[in-house]
């Protein structure tokens, strides 16, 4: 005869290894799937109505598994806040919320936080009923989200593990799916949640401290660079091709009065027409047919494609610039004083920028910097260096060093 403790935890277990199973397979199907999104519905179901039946050992498991992917998920997106920052553009453009642009970098701070703050204190069983409230109200705001997402592709990464996992919009609202089937038994075990060992008083203290030292990691990663690189432009990483090819490069436009948007075959395009460029603003780039792995091209004012010389110059210093006009006069004096030492290491360096050429040729005759620029994509300009300006070291090709720009190499 099985006694009511032991049917209670093949429950809990039965149930939580479903959702487990559910996950490898959200992992493995990145497209809209019926019968995985019946498979997850039955795995929630079950979770709702045996939810009541966990043993405390069940509850534990859920409890510590909810809150190391928690952790996970903040710890990618707290080594580069930047990049949720720009995420969160998206969000805003997607929901015509640009009023609260300016406030992008704070939300993402704050959210990463939230998050971490949950998983940890979830994890480790520190104010855990408080820190299931918390993971309720984040989850219910992560699965609305990315099921708008998923229906109607308003964002087409929501970033959810910042660059270092990229997941479709369908995978991610499943896997949101999946962590309610496995936070829904805590949930509903939540009075049962205490810790025992220690007192109130001490567990706020941890939770302060967690909080106080994660917002030192997440401001670091900012002011300097990401401590963990999950970009393609990593230190260490050979950008050479096999064979370059750099294909044909098309460029889009916004008309700034009628919004119409234009694509043209680079350098087919009136550039050198100082009243259209007045009247067009660059919108971004794509690249057919190309050999290259870099996913977009450097072109000079003249729309010719000059990327091969990231990959035929030795001790290059690549200054990426995506944002120009938010320069700093401190930003200028430390990049002519950057340029000084290149001139006197006998290296070589040039500008990428998404600035158009006329404001490159205002700066210059101020600066005299400007001597070698090209122009690439602001996007694909963030992904290689997460600061403004930021500074690159690149020797044929292999990424040999990269620095924010409070961290230039000046002596």
């Known amino acids: 005869m099985v006694r009511n403790s032991d049917k209670s935890a093949l429950v809990s277990y039965g149930v939580t290894a479903m959702a487990l199973g559910c996950a490898v397979f959200v992992g493995l199907h990145s497209a809209f799937s019926w019968m995985l999104l019946l498979l997850i519905l039955?795995?929630?179901?079950?979770?709702?109505?045996?939810?009541?039946?966990?043993?405390?050992?069940?509850?534990?498991v859920n409890r510590m598994l909810v809150g190391a992917l928690f952790i996970f998920s903040s710890f990618t997106k707290g080594v580069d806040p930047l990049g949720t920052k720009y995420k969160m553009l998206d969000y805003f453009a997607a929901y015509g919320i640009e009023w609260m642009n300016d406030a992008a970098l704070m939300l993402a701070?704050?959210?990463?936080?939230?998050?971490?703050?949950?998983g940890i204190c979830l994890f480790v069983n520190v104010l855990p009923r408080l820190a299931t409230l918390g993971a309720v109200i984040l989850m219910l705001f992560f699965t609305i989200t990315t099921f708008f997402d998923a229906m109607y592709d308003l964002v087409p990464d929501c970033g959810c593990f910042g660059t270092a996992i990229k997941m479709s919009n369908w995978q991610t609202f499943f896997k949101n799916l999946v962590i309610d089937a496995v936070l829904i038994?805590?949930?509903?075990?939540?009075?049962?949640?205490?810790?025992?060992?220690?007192?109130l008083g001490v567990q706020w203290v941890l939770a302060l401290a967690f909080m106080n030292l994660f917002v030192w990691f997440e401001v670091y990663n900012i002011r300097h660079l990401p401590v963990v690189d999950f970009m393609d432009w990593k230190v260490g990483k050979d950008m050479t091709?096999?064979?370059?090819?750099?294909?044909?490069?098309?460029?889009?436009?916004?008309?700034n009065e009628t919004g119409e948007i234009q694509e043209f075959e680079s350098p087919n395009y009136p550039w050198d027409d100082s009243i259209w460029m007045s009247q067009w603003t660059f919108e971004s780039q794509r690249t057919v047919g190309s050999s290259q792995p870099l996913g977009f091209a450097i072109l000079d004012e003249d729309g010719e494609d000059f990327t091969h010389i990231l990959f035929e110059t030795e001790n290059l210093y690549v200054f990426v610039a995506p944002?120009?006009?938010?320069?700093?006069?401190?930003?200028?004096?430390?990049?002519?004083?950057?340029?000084?030492?290149?001139?006197?290491?006998?290296?070589?360096?040039?500008?990428?920028?998404?600035?158009?050429?006329?404001?490159?040729?205002?700066?210059?005759?101020?600066?005299?910097?400007?001597?070698?620029?090209?122009?690439?994509?602001?996007?694909?300009?963030?992904?290689?260096?997460?600061?403004?300006?930021?500074?690159?070291?690149?020797?044929?090709?292999?990424?040999?060093?990269?620095?924010?720009?409070?961290?230039?190499?000046?002596?």
């Not at 701070?109 to 949950?118: D, G, T």
């Open 109 to 118: 701070v704050v959210m990463i936080l939230a998050e971490f703050i949950v």
């Open 241 to 255: 091709p096999e064979v370059y090819d750099a294909g044909t490069i098309y460029v889009t436009y916004k008309n």
């Open 42 to 60: 039955v795995t929630l179901g079950l979770s709702i109505v045996y939810g009541n039946r966990y043993n405390d050992a069940g509850v534990t």
């Open 323 to 411: 944002y120009l006009e938010e320069f700093t006069e401190k930003d200028f004096e430390s990049c002519v004083k950057m340029t000084e030492v290149a001139d006197n290491q006998g290296f070589e360096y040039i500008w990428i920028t998404s600035a158009p050429p006329e404001y490159v040729e205002v700066l210059n005759d101020k600066y005299l910097i400007f001597n070698e620029v090209y122009y690439g994509d602001e996007l694909e300009l963030k992904t290689m260096v997460r600061s403004n300006p930021g500074l690159m070291l690149i020797d044929n090709g292999l990424i040999i060093n990269k620095w924010s720009k409070i961290d230039f190499p000046l002596e």
């Open 185 to 199: 038994p805590v949930v509903v075990n939540n009075k049962s949640l205490k810790n025992k060992r220690l007192t």
